[in-house]
């Protein structure tokens, strides 16, 4: 037992009280701790932590499952390209946000200052949540609640009683977090280019606020977002025209599709990209003759509405003339390239169905969400996110602050009915310490907001939407290399509350 190893260490003033809880101490005993008590516990459950080794590291390029699945089954395995064959470097956020404010101040009339402004890629996170009517940043758990201090009017930090006056609670509606075009009220901020989105946003708000300029925090939103959007065809241009500056070329990629040819898995591509970007970027990560690895190649499909099935009618697409043929597709042939259609019809001409096929993607909701809720695929997310929360997270620093902020909580649930002015002070000392830990765990991520993964100790809205719809999730494809094709991933068994207390995270 603990208490043993705390006996070891000092001998205490009054029986040791087990830091997770003792079953034979009844609140009363406890209600009677002096402070000086409470620091010789506080110090014993430290010296205790002390003495045991950290957590192993997580393996950086691991794949995580969510859960069960056997490989061997995996007969069809399906790719998006954008961000999952194809690993986009920084400039490519760079070069969406300038695009886009040059877009404002050109097309919108937004003031020619807002043409300066500089892109921060450690402003935001992913997944955040942006509230179109008060025009605030904000990170949302899987509970719904607002963790207070990620409350942002452009990079202004708001405090926490202005967060509970403006929402009158914490815990958000669904309403609010799952919108329709009728209610949108909030928008969750999910794929990769949101993070120049949210960077734009947030430098124009403050050049309004800095000028006690009025402005409407919904146009604001929809004129960014629509500048963005805007880019995408730039960006596909620069992308195509030098690849060599904007792509990564992943040595392990070739080896990766090499091996699913071989031992006769079926391939296939289905990306919202016209034909010419995929081609350029293809060409330059793998080689001319890439399209020999895929069965089956679908370009601008128009995800989520391929996998919703309400995208238009499959079209062969001559690579030639650049043009779709008006021809009826009846089947899908290994060598040709086609454009749109449904998953329902890509289903019936293939075959491929349920079980048999995962499919690889970076948007946990336009690319897994319905082919896994609706039609029974294996889902793989592929998170870039997770190598540097992983680096952060082997670090001693983080390991000892998690351990501690764990066994620091476990000291106050234990003692917190304590009694007298002095031994009550400890227990807000112990609190603020907590706090300042979890402050500290959360700027090793991101100053302002974090993890993108977890919020304290609850999982992100993220991820929680990621945990659902797939059931892997990896940082980049080609660590599928480091496990056999028929390798069997088991999903960890996590303590419930009302389940055995369990030291480490």
């Known amino acids: 037992m603990v208490t043993r190893h705390l006996a070891k260490l000092s001998r205490p003033l009054l029986p040791p009280v087990h ?48 859960d069960k699945i056997d490989m061997e089954e995996v007969e069809i395995y399906g790719f998006d390209y954008d961000y999952t064959l194809a690993s986009y470097k920084k400039g490519v956020e760079y070069l969406i946000h300038d ?32 509230d179109v009517e008060k025009g605030l940043f904000l990170k949302v758990d899987s509970s719904h609640q607002i963790q207070l201090g990620t409350v942002y009017r452009g990079r202004e930090k708001l405090e926490d009683q202005e967060v509970l006056t403006l929402y009158k609670r914490r815990q958000l509606p669904v309403a609010f977090l799952e919108p329709n075009l009728r209610n949108m009220k909030m928008v969750q901020l999910v794929d990769i280019f949101s993070k120049p989105e949210m960077s734009l946003m947030a ?16 146009s604001l939103y929809y004129d960014v977002s629509t500048c963005i959007g805007a880019a995408h065809a730039t960006f596909h241009s620069e992308t195509r025209s030098n690849p060599n500056l904007y792509l990564h070329r992943d040595p392990e990629l070739i080896p990766c599709l090499e091996r699913l040819v071989q031992a006769s898995k079926k391939v296939f591509l289905i990306t919202n990209s016209p034909f010419e970007t995929v081609d350029a970027g293809m060409s330059f990560m793998v080689g001319k003759e890439w399209r020999e690895y895929f ?62 096929v995962m499919y690889f993607g970076d948007h946990p909701y336009a690319d897994l969400a319905d082919v896994t809720l609706l039609h029974g695929w294996h889902t793989a997310a592929v998170i870039r996110e997770l190598e540097m929360e992983i ?12 351990n501690w902020q764990q066994v620091l ?19 807000e000392e112990w609190k603020k310490e907590v706090v300042a830990i979890q402050s500290s765990l959360r700027s090793m991520f991101n100053p302002q907001f974090g993890s993108t993964f977890r919020s304290h100790n609850n999982p992100t809205y993220f991820s929680r ?24 991933f088991y999903p960890r068994r996590g303590a419930l509350p009302h389940e055995f207390k369990s030291w480490f995270v």
């Not at 034979?24 to 932590?49: C, I, M, V």
């Not at 003031?111 to 500089?118: K, L």
């Not at 430098?203 to 300029?213: C, I, K, P, S, T």
Request: aromatic share 14%; hydrophobic share 35%; with cysteine.
């Open 391 to 402: 680096n952060k997270m082997n670090t001693d620093e983080f390991k000892w602050g998690v």
């Open 203 to 218: 430098a124009v708000m403050d050049y309004f606020m800095r000028h006690n300029l009025e402005y409407q925090p919904e």
């Open 295 to 356: 069965d089956v190649i679908i370009v601008q499909a128009g995800k989520p509405h391929f996998f919703t099935n309400n995208a238009k009618p499959f079209r062969e697409v001559d690579i030639e003339r650049k043009i779709f043929l008006w021809d009826k597709v009846a089947k899908l042939e290994k060598g040709k390239i086609y454009a749109g259609g449904t998953i329902d019809h890509f289903q019936d001409l293939t075959g491929w169905r349920g079980g048999k």
């Open 99 to 130: 695009i886009a404010k040059e877009h404002l101040v050109k097309k919108y009339g937004y003031p020619e200052e807002v043409g300066s402004v500089v892109y921060d890629p450690n402003f935001a996170v992913r997944g955040l949540h942006y």
């Open 409 to 427: 909580m476990a000291l106050i649930d234990d003692h917190q009915n304590v009694e007298g002015e002095e031994a009550r002070a400890v227990m």
């Open 465 to 488: 939407k990621l945990f659902r719809f797939s059931d892997l999730y990896t940082s980049r494809v080609t660590n599928l290399l480091r496990y056999s094709l028929t390798h069997s």
């Open 19 to 66: 830091v997770l809880g003792h079953p034979f101490l009844p609140p009363s005993r406890l209600a009677h701790f002096s402070s000086s008590d409470l620091w010789t516990n506080y110090e014993q459950a430290k010296g205790w932590l002390r003495c045991k080794k950290l957590p192993p590291d997580i393996e950086t390029f691991g794949v995580f499952c969510n």
